[in-house]
């Protein structure tokens, strides 16, 4: 069996295709077997007023694409402007594969894979914003 496998905590909550889905009050895995499905873990989203940082907020509108809540056509250029941009600070090898990553899943209209890649530089994104201060 291929597809995505979810392994969901009690009363956790996902997105997919623009529909919340809660779990009960038992651990419970799920096998999505449609290959371009729209998953998104609640847990795991960003709220509006924690994109504050470059790449949260390229995060955020990946978030809004999968939601269903950003236009995927606008979504997608808006995504491709934000990594290039995103590529002007992240030179190391790590951050560009990822950048590259992103980019080429965004383009193949795959946006769950793009905004994973891109979470990828979060952390790194947080110790160059440390050192600045």
């Known amino acids: 069996m291929s597809g995505l496998v979810l392994k969901l905590r009690p009363s956790e ?10 779990n009960g009050d038992r651990r419970a895995k799920l096998n999505v077997l449609t290959p371009d499905a729209n998953v998104l873990r ?8 924690e994109a504050n940082t470059p790449v949260k907020r390229v ?9 269903g809540e950003a236009d ?5 250029d808006q995504l491709l402007s934000g990594i290039e941009q995103l590529s002007q600070v992240f030179t190391d090898p790590d951050s560009r594969m990822r950048l590259d990553t992103a980019t080429a899943n965004v383009v193949n209209n795959k946006t769950y894979p793009a905004l ?3 979470r990828g530089l979060m952390a790194r994104e947080q110790r160059l914003m440390a050192r600045a201060l």
């Open 13 to 22: 909550r996902i997105l997919i295709n623009g529909v919340v889905v809660e």
């Open 42 to 49: 609640l847990r795991d989203a960003i709220h509006p007023d």
């Open 59 to 67: 995060c955020y509108i990946a978030q809004m694409v999968l939601a």
């Open 72 to 76: 995927p056509v606008k979504g997608r």
């Open 116 to 118: 994973k890649a891109l």
